[in-house]
Structures are given as C-alpha cells and as structure tokens.
C-alpha cells in the first residue's frame, strides 16, 4: 500500500470514530454532516450510505 492510501484509511477511521461518538451524545446533525463530508469525499461507498440512512430512520 502506499502511504497515501494508508493516510487515507487511518484519517477515515478518526472520523468514523467521531461519528460514532457524536451519535452517542445525541449529536446527530453534527454525525450527519461528516458522513455527508465522507460521501462526497468516497462516493462509491456504499457502507457510508447505509451508515446516513440509520441515523435518519
């Protein structure tokens, strides 16, 4: 793997960490607008998507 990826991968699993943690405080406005973020940034994941779609329902 090169390092890019590698920064990429270890970025992405801080923030999943902080959505969670919002979404335990109750934040979930705050959860949602980084998932949104994390959307845009990797559209083809699927996960992130489904992810948003459970804090909506």
Known sequence: MTDVYLVLIKKNIGTIYRINEDLK????????DKLRNLINEFPDDISLREKLGQIYL
Do not use: I, V, Y
């Open 25 to 32: 405080a109750g934040r979930k406005k705050k959860a949602c």
